[in-house]
């Protein structure tokens, strides 16, 4: 049950995390956070230590501390996941916790509108299971329901650094109007990274995720690149559908950005999102969606109808750069 992190399974490298605060995961209860609140254990960066730091309470800790239980019972917290959906794997994240990690865990799931109340049913995703310190613990999910909460079951108490939650956002397509425009790369809504050509610098996984980037950090950049050709990355979009408008925005890049971009489609039908290879080569003679366009630093390119070509149906989209370089964000607006 126990990996290293070195050793990621797949759906830690393929999948979102569900309980990502930069995608909008909330800590929403926790029966205890006396020595580190709950929200830090959806940090997105990895958990630091920092050996002189302290505060009021004690011992500085990067995620979510409860204090020590004195008498019958266990601490639990309770997690309202970015979007709703169907869970493959957890993270349980004991990093820097070495004294002071909680024996053993388990997880519960529920789907709500709104918060979860004292009639709310909750199910038994994850059995209680042990766990050790300083070190991240991978969990497969079997159970294929749709959730939207999660409480995260500490035995007694303690912390965890980071809990991360792997899976697929779920959205009820027959309820979205069919001339409603939306991004139908956004991984809220399931668009997904299925491949790339680098991705040295940066979080590459944030190229899909809501706002503007923060800093450098959070997008994608590739390494400078020493030789003839291109960088470029492919998405799968959360569903088949007509492009509308591409939003390319170089947020933070100043020095860095690409010189130039395009963009190439098709529509692969059910061609799994994880035959990477398959669809690297294909996308060689995907149709242009988008011709080759200038960019800029630090900027917004809001690419609109009279500068992409029709491409028809589309499932998936390659974003080229020329030569290399880093992008925030990319929007791929369209109906369904």
């Known amino acids: 049950m126990v990996s290293s992190t070195k050793l990621l399974p797949e759906f830690a490298t393929t999948l979102i995390n569900l309980a990502s605060a930069g995608l909008g995961a ?18 997105d960066a990895p958990a630091v230590f920092i050996p ?11 995620g ?12 639990f917290a309770v997690i309202k996941l970015a979007a709703p959906g169907v869970i493959h794997g957890f993270d349980v994240d004991t990093s820097h916790f070495t004294g002071n990690y909680p024996p053993a865990c388990s997880i519960e799931a529920c789907m709500c509108e709104g918060e979860p109340t004292v009639t709310t049913i909750w199910f038994e995703i994850l059995p209680q299971t042990p766990l050790g310190p300083s070190s991240s613990h991978f ?9 939207t909460h999660l409480r995260l079951r500490i035995y007694p108490d303690g912390g965890i650094a980071r809990l991360r939650v792997y899976g697929e956002p779920w959205r009820d397509w027959s309820e979205v109007p069919a001339d409603e425009e939306i991004d139908l790369a956004s991984a809220l809504s399931g668009g ?37 050709g291109n960088d470029w990355i ?12 591409i939003v390319v925005d170089t947020a933070h890049y100043k020095g860095n950005y690409p010189d130039r971009c395009s963009v190439h489609g098709a529509d ?5 999102g994880e035959l990477s290879q398959s669809i690297v080569t ?8 988008l011709p080759e366009k200038k960019l800029s630093m630090d900027a917004v390119h809001d690419f609109g109808s009279l500068d992409l070509v029709s491409a028809g149906r589309v499932s998936h989209v390659r974003l080229n750069i020329f030569p290399d370089g880093g992008v925030s964000r990319l929007r791929v607006y369209g109906t369904v």
């Open 26 to 43: 909330q800590a929403i209860f926790a029966t205890d956070e006396f020595f580190a609140p709950v929200e830090r254990m959806l940090f």
């Open 52 to 62: 002189d730091k302290y505060d009021d309470n004690g011992k500085w800790m990067d």
């Open 64 to 75: 979510w501390e409860s204090r020590r239980k004195r008498g019958p019972g266990h601490d």
């Open 139 to 147: 969990f497969a999910c079997t159970d294929k329901g749709i959730w």
């Open 192 to 228: 997904r990274v299925v491949a790339f050509s680098d991705a040295h610098y940066g979080a590459l996984h944030r190229l899909l995720s809501p706002g503007r980037g923060l800093n450098m950090g959070d997008g994608w950049e590739t390494r400078r690149r020493r030789e003839p």
């Open 234 to 245: 492919i998405v799968r979009l959360c569903h088949p559908g007509q492009i509308s408008r």
């Open 268 to 272: 692969l039908g059910s061609v799994s």
């Open 282 to 289: 294909s996308s060689m003679f995907w149709p242009e969606i």
